[in-house]
């Protein structure tokens, strides 16, 4: 089990936060609901933070529950029930339906992890090193940034393309995943890319975002995020995203 953890989320801006953390003694999982288009029919009578909300409920239930089987045989389960749950009202073939990236850790034997979509894991090392987990196939797609709706509504949960939960259940089989000895590993750091901004667009260090993390709390970590978006502004897209941190010490120092 882990030591400690501790967890911040906070919207980025007046509308509803559609980033979720939920977590247990031995395991945190984040989400991140993918921001509906304007203008754009989902198919679905419910908006991202239902999906959010009902996919992380499953999955709490499956973790809290010490369900058997890896992470990605965890998140198949869970995307398929919550999709049963509205596949009656809704039409869950449509591809704008609402998705969300996942990432979680669980301690057992081992640590395990696992990334669908943009959220990373950061593991701090016992060497005093990190390693980034992270799923970068959205940002490898072709004609780079802005990518336009039809793009993502054709490459979204198909091959060459990447995967976020959505409806398919199979989507959880294409995960990043992996697992590391106890004794190779200080702590976790488990990031929506609200986050990952200090890294990806801001330069930051991933050692220094978990030094922060470790001394200074989640919170600090948001407030760090929201002062640089404020003094240099995005890269793309929104100015201030939802922004969720949490940190699972195991042992020894940070």
């Known amino acids: 089990m882990f030591r400690e ?10 509308r509803p936060n559609e980033d979720l953390v939920i977590a247990g003694p031995s395991w945190i999982a984040v989400l991140d609901g993918a921001t509906a288009p304007s203008g754009v029919d989902s198919g679905c009578v419910h908006d991202v933070a239902w999906l959010v909300g009902r996919l992380g409920g499953a999955l ?5 529950g010490d ?24 039409d869950l073939a449509n591809p704008d339906s609402p998705s969300a990236t996942v990432a979680m850790v669980r301690v057992r034997e081992r640590l395990e992890y696992l990334v ?17 987990v992270y799923d970068d196939r959205l940002d490898r797609l072709p004609g780079g940034r802005p990518y336009s ?11 060459g393309g990447f995967w976020v ?16 000895a106890l004794g190779d590993v200080r702590g976790a ?5 609200g986050v990952a901004r200090l890294v990806d667009w801001y330069g930051r260090r991933w050692e220094d975002v978990l030094d922060l993390l470790a001394g200074q709390g989640p919170q600090a970590v948001i407030a ?8 240099r502004g995005p890269v793309w897209g929104k100015r201030h995203d939802d922004a969720t941190a949490a940190w699972g010490l195991l042992h020894g120092p940070a």
Do not use: K
Not at 5 to 14: E, K, L, N, W
Not at 165 to 180: F, L, M, N, Q
């Open 5 to 14: 953890v501790v967890c911040a989320t906070r919207p980025g801006s007046a």
């Open 60 to 64: 709490a239930a499956e973790l809290a």
């Open 67 to 90: 369900a058997p089987g890896s992470l990605a045989a965890i998140l198949e389960r869970a995307i398929e029930a919550t999709a049963a749950s509205h596949a009656a009202t809704c």
């Open 116 to 132: 669908l979509g943009d959220s990373p894991v950061v593991l701090r090392l016992a060497g005093g090193g990190v390693r980034v």
């Open 149 to 159: 709706l039809e793009l993502v509504r054709r490459l979204r949960n198909a091959p």
């Open 165 to 180: 939960a959505a409806a398919r259940p199979e989507a959880a089989r294409e995960s990043v995943t992996g697992e590391i």
């Open 189 to 193: 750091g488990v990031f929506t890319d």
């Open 224 to 231: 760090a995020v929201r002062e640089l978006e404020s003094e």
